[in-house]
C-alpha cells in the first residue's frame, strides 16, 4: 500500500540551495544539524511504497485539512523542542496536531534542561508540553524520546506512553556503525576538527590553546548567524567587535581561513571522513562526524547533549569538568567506542521497533530502498565549504556580489510593483470618492 508521509523538516535531503539562500530563507532551521537528523529520518522512512514530502517547517493549523486529504501520517522528528524558548512553537504545533485526524509519530524529542537535569528550571513548559503530548499521544501508540531525562520529565507530568529511542541520525547507515581510531595516538600535525556553541564562553580557553598548538585545526559552525558572517561579514551591529569566541571576522579562526561551514549534511560528512579526530560542545556536530567515520568526542553541556551521548555511548565528558588546558591528543587517548559500536544493533532495533509499531516501514528492510537513497545523493551536486570571504576564491567572490545585485534588483522590482499597485489603488478609491461627491 502506498503510504503518503508528511515529514517535518526544513527542506529534504536533495533539496539543493546556495549559502546564499540558505541564508537568506533559513534553509537550515537556525541549525546546520537540524538536517542531519531530518535527512537521516527521510532516509529511514522512504520505502519502496512511502513517498516522504518535507513540511518546511510550516506549522498552521489552517492547513490542517488539506494534509488530512493529502497524507496518512505525519512524522515530527525533533531535538530540544522541550525548552523554554521553544515554547510558542510547541504551543503551535498543538495547535495543528490537535486538527488532525491522521496518525501523528514523534521522535527523537528531548528536554533541554542543565546536566543535573533540574526539574524546576522545566516547570514555566510543563503545561505546553503537557498539551503537545496529550494530543500526540491522542494520534499514536507512544511517544518516541532521546533519552532517559527527557523519558523522566514526561513520567512526571503523567505519561506513560514513552518510547527511548535516541535520535535518527546515528541510523544513517542503518545497523552498521563502528568507528574506530586510525593511529594509535593523535598527534598535533593531524588533522581536527572543532565544533562550538556559541554561547558556551567556557570554551574560549580551550579554542585559544588548541589555535596555538594544532595548525590543522578546522572550525565547523552550525548556526545562520556564522553563515551570515561567512557569506558578507560581520553584521552592521558587530563590526569591528572582538570576541574569544570565533563570532566576529576578527577571529583567528576567521583571519587565517579556519572555518568551515556547510549547508548539507552530505558535504559535511565528506569533508569530516578525512579527518582525524572532532571534538567539542555540539551534539550534532559529534555525531555527524561518528557517521562518517571520524572519532568524536562531546563536551555535554546541558540535559538534551547529556542524555544522547549516555544513550549511545559516545565519548564524552561534563562540560562543567573540562579543564582550559584539555588537550585533543588527552581526549583522543580517552575515547573508547567499544560500547558504541558493540551496542549499535540494539539500539537500531528499538528504533525499528518504534517505528513498526506506528505502522512505518524501514529503507533498510525494503530492498535496495537505502541504497537508492545513497545513489541519489551521490548523484546530486550539493555546493561546497563555506569559508570567510578574506579566503574567498574570486570567482566565487564575484558570483556572490552578482547574487547580491541580482537579489537586490528583485527587491526593487518587487518595491516599485508594490509602490504601483499602492498607487492604483489610491487612484481607484479617489476615483470612487469622486464618484460618490458627484452623485450628491
Request: net charge positive.
Amino acid at each position: 500500500m502506498h503510504q503518503r508521509i508528511l515529514l517535518r523538516a526544513k527542506k529534504g535531503p536533495f533539496d539543493v540551495y546556495s549559502p546564499e539562500e540558505t541564508f537568506e530563507r533559513n534553509w537550515i532551521g537556525e541549525n546546520a544539524g537540524n538536517l542531519v537528523f531530518s535527512h537521516a529520518a527521510h532516509k529511514l522512512l522512504r520505502t519502496s511504497t512511502a513517498e516522504v514530502t518535507s513540511s518546511e517547517f510550516r506549522v498552521n493549523p489552517r492547513e490542517a485539512d488539506e494534509i488530512n486529504e493529502r497524507f496518512d501520517v505525519f512524522v515530527v522528528p525533533l531535538a530540544n523542542a522541550f525548552r523554554r524558548s521553544y515554547a510558542h512553537r510547541l504551543v503551535a504545533m498543538t495547535q495543528l496536531i490537535e486538527r488532525l485526524k491522521i496518525p501523528v509519530v514523534v521522535f527523537g524529542v528531548g528536554a533541554q534542561t542543565n546536566v543535573d537535569a533540574d526539574r524546576e528550571y522545566l516547570r514555566p513548559i510543563d503545561d505546553a508540553v503537557k498539551g503537545f503530548v496529550s494530543a500526540v499521544l491522542d494520534r499514536s501508540h507512544s511517544i518516541g524520546v532521546r533519552g532517559e531525562i527527557t523519558e523522566g520529565y514526561l513520567r512526571t507530568l503523567g505519561f506513560s506512553a514513552v518510547d527511548v529511542i535516541g535520535c535518527p541520525s546515528m541510523f544513517l547507515h542503518g545497523d552498521s556503525l563502528r568507528v574506530d581510531k586510525r593511529k594509535t595516538t593523535l598527534t598535533v600535525e593531524d588533522r581536527v576538527a572543532l565544533t562550538v556553541s556559541p554561547y558556551v564562553k567556557s570554551m574560549a580557553k580551550v579554542i585559544a590553546s588548541h589555535h596555538r598548538r594544532y595548525p590543522n585545526l578546522r572550525y565547523l559552525p552550525q548556526d545562520l548567524k556564522t553563515l551570515g558572517t561567512l557569506l558578507f561579514g560581520d553584521a552592521p551591529e558587530d563590526r569591528g567587535k572582538k570576541a574569544a569566541i570565533p563570532i566576529h571576522t576578527s577571529h583567528p579562526l576567521f583571519t587565517e581561513d579556519k572555518v568551515r561551514m556547510f549547508v548539507d549534511p552530505w558535504t559535511w560528512m565528506d569533508y569530516l571522513s578525512r579527518f582525524d579526530f572532532n571534538f567539542g560542545t555540539r551534539i550534532h556536530g559529534t555525531i555527524t562526524a561518528l557517521v562518517s567515520g571520524t572519532p568524536g568526542y562531546l563536551f555535554a553541556h546541558d540535559s538534551r547533549t547529556l542524555e544522547l551521548a549516555r544513550y549511545f555511548d559516545i565519548p564524552h565528558r561534563l562540560m562543567k569538568d573540562v579543564p582550559p588546558d584539555v588537550d585533543a591528543i588527552e581526549l583522543y587517548d580517552e575515547a573508547d567506542y567499544s560500547a558504541l559500536n558493540n551496542g549499535h544493533k540494539a539500539r537500531y532495533a528499538t528504533m525499528t521497533a518504534f517505528l513498526a509499531k506506528h505502522d512505518l516501514g524501514v529503507s533498510f528492510a525494503d530492498g535496495d530502498s537505502a541504497a537508492r537513497f545513497d545513489r541519489q545523493v551521490a548523484e546530486t551536486t550539493f555546493p561546497p565549504a563555506v569559508r570567510a570571504q578574506s579566503a574567498t576564491d574570486p570567482a566565487e567572490l564575484i558570483a556572490r556580489i552578482q547574487w547580491l545585485h541580482d537579489r537586490n534588483q528583485e527587491l526593487k522590482e518587487t518595491v516599485a510593483g508594490f509602490e504601483s499597485h499602492r498607487l492604483r489603488a489610491r487612484v481607484r478609491a479617489a476615483g470612487g470618492r469622486m464618484k460618490r461627491m458627484l452623485k450628491r
